[in-house]
T-cell receptor
Framework: NAGVTQTPKFQVLKTGQSMTLQCAQD?????MSWYRQDPGMGLRLIHY???????DQGEVPNGYNVSRSTTEDFPLRLLSAAPSQTSVYFC?????????????FGDGTRLSIL | KNEVEQSPQNLTAQEGEFITINCSYS?????LHWLQQHPGGGIVSLFM???GKKKHGRLIATINIQEKHSSLHITASHPRDSAVYIC?????????FGAGTTVTVRA
């Protein structure tokens, strides 16, 4: 099993550009989530989903959109990239009632906004 | 103030030493998670617990719900234990993370 796969691993964008970070899991997990990790700070929840067609905001949702059309995929869209969105992004998945299940993380996407 | 506080922020130990990392939280939780992140690497779940104590190899995690405190212990530490250890607390759907403890084990 591949687990949680994130693409790309690295990306450099210019301010104002848009892009989509991909996240796919092959464990048939209902719960998926996106986090950003910044130096000196803990991981912060951006958006999460408890199943296909259901998404909700986390702690820092501004500037990001998500959708969940299938159980396997949970893409994160940056609408108009800003330097403040320079970060490492992690996707995670788990069985339903995500907070009470072990989390499976992807390897991360390192994103730089110039 | 962060809901989850970890201490120490950094820790250096000699190989073989016993290591303790502490986590305090200020909200009601459904579960507490301990995660490991190696430099430049991904994040791995070590433990999830809601009461008592769990052990896996040389790692032991404990939680005191009344005191809102958890500890992660590493016995007989080894250089391969060098990593960032992250505490997280959860309600049913959202996790809140501590800033992490950077552990360096010297041979």
């Amino acid at each position: 099993n591949a687990g949680v796969t994130q693409t790309p691993k690295f990306q450099v964008l210019k301010t104002g550009q848009s892009m989509t970070l991909q996240c796919a899991q092959d464990m048939n997990h209902e719960y998926m989530s996106w986090y950003r990790q910044d130096p000196g700070m803990g991981l912060r929840l951006i958006h999460y989903s408890v199943g296909a067609g259901i998404t909700d905001q986390g702690e820092v949702p501004n500037g990001y959109n998500v959708s969940r059309s299938t159980t396997e995929d949970f893409p994160l869209r940056l609408l108009s990239a800003a330097p403040s969105q320079t970060s490492v992004y992690f996707c995670a998945s788990s069985r339903i009632t995500g907070g009470n299940q072990p989390q499976h993380f992807g390897d991360g996407t390192r994103l730089s906004i110039l | 103030k962060n809901e989850v506080e970890q201490s120490p922020q950094n820790l250096t130990a000699q190989e073989g030493e016993f290591i303790t990392i502490n986590c305090s939280y200020s909200v009601g939780i459904s579960a507490l998670h301990w995660l490991q992140q190696h430099p430049g690497g991904g994040i791995v779940s070590l433990f999830m617990l809601s009461s008592g104590k769990k052990k896996h190899g040389r790692l032991i995690a404990t939680i005191n719900i009344q005191e809102k405190h958890s500890s992660l212990h590493i016995t007989a530490s080894h250089p391969r234990d060098s990593a960032v250890y992250i505490c997280a607390v959860s309600d049913d759907y959202k996790l809140s993370f501590g800033a992490g403890t950077t552990v360096t084990v010297r041979a």
